[in-house]
């Protein structure tokens, strides 16, 4: 609980250093890492393009910004946002705090933001 939580502080805390990119994605880029490969090879964004911009947008309180970059990213920093203090609580206290989560609640969030991940990363395949 300790390592998730807090993992998921640092990542919120990362991306409200980073200035969004214009285009949508590429924010990743100020964090020394190299463009996306799917997107050089192929010409085409993959499904985590935007990811990082996306958080960056949500941090600031930009969550239409957020949502257009990557609608997966959008769920995953809100799911961030409210299980990173969760857990580090929990942590703190040495069990649960007010609710146990069930290994199915787990696997349906994150079904669910792969899914949405997936739906967006189809929809801008298909309108270009």
Not at 21 to 42: D, E, R
Not at 50 to 56: A, E, L, N, V
Not at 88 to 106: F, K, Q
């Amino acid at each position: 609980m300790l390592v998730v939580g807090s993992t998921l502080l640092v990542l919120l805390v990362t991306a409200s250093q980073l200035q969004p990119a214009s285009k949508g994605y590429g924010t990743h880029q100020q964090l020394g890492l190299p463009p996306c490969t799917v997107t050089a090879l192929f010409g085409i964004r993959c499904p985590s393009c935007g990811m990082t911009t996306s958080w960056s947008h949500f941090v600031r309180g930009r969550f239409w910004q957020s949502f257009r970059s990557n609608a997966g990213g959008l769920l995953l920093a809100v799911a961030s946002t409210a299980a990173g203090p969760w857990l580090l609580i929990s942590a703190v206290r040495g069990r649960w705090c007010g609710w146990v989560p069930s290994d199915w609640a787990v696997l349906g969030v994150g079904l669910a933001i792969l899914a949405v991940t997936v739906l967006d990363w189809s929809v801008r395949l298909l309108l270009g």
